[in-house]
């Protein structure tokens, strides 16, 4: 077979330029969150902890605004909530047919149980290395215990998704993991 020199490729007419990432989604302006922060959101307008309480406000004398009978004073107003004041909380509840969430055997097995958080401190550590000489392990088992009962009740974790847990909640965790001293919740530092 001989080839032949006289073959011709056919020109085209090519009006079409590919650019980088011209295919990619325009930024609109909004936040932006991945495809499962985003389908858990229909019960984010009933949640207590999105109203804003001054600082000034004043801390209960007493725990009459508690309904389930477990929550304690915490250390500022926005943070003496009950588990009944939570409609996704209080659905939880209901369906177990118990009177406070702490009574969960979910919330027991997954946020109070020390195998349970000894296995999710391994994967803490595999992240964020091993603890300081000076950290106390009870203080990682309750920030472990704080993400496992957000996790079990609200799906979702991340930074700008931060949540006031229930006074019984944090009550029963402090509780089982004691230290001489709690900060409390805190917003992230970008937010006011």
């Not at 990432?21 to 499962?36: A, C, H, I, K």
């Not at 003496?80 to 996704?88: F, L, P």
């Not at 229930?166 to 965790?173: F, G, K, L, R």
């Not at 001489?180 to 919740?185: A, D, I, L």
């Amino acid at each position: 077979m001989e080839f032949e020199d006289n073959y011709e490729v056919p020109e085209l007419d090519l009006d079409f330029v590919v650019q980088p990432y011209m295919f990619e989604p325009l930024f609109n302006g909004r936040s932006v969150t991945r495809r499962d922060e985003s389908s858990d959101t229909d019960h984010e307008d009933d949640e207590v902890e999105d109203q804003e309480t001054s600082d000034s406000e004043q801390l209960p004398q007493n725990t009459d605004w508690c309904s389930c009978k477990n929550c304690e004073i915490m250390q500022s107003v926005k943070e003496c909530k009950c588990c009944r004041d939570t409609n996704i909380v209080d659905g939880k509840i209901e369906e177990a047919g118990i009177s406070c969430i702490t009574e969960h055997e979910s919330f027991q097995v997954n946020c109070l149980n020390h195998h349970v958080l000894e296995l999710s401190y391994y994967e803490y550590i595999e992240y964020n290395g091993p603890l300081e000489p000076d950290q106390m392990i009870h203080k990682v088992y309750r920030y472990i215990a704080y993400r496992r009962f957000a996790r079990f009740i609200w799906k979702r974790l991340g930074k700008r998704n931060r949540r006031i847990l229930p006074a019984c909640v944090v009550s029963a965790i402090r509780r089982r993991y004691p230290s001489q001293e709690y900060c409390g919740f805190k917003y992230p530092d970008d937010r006011k």
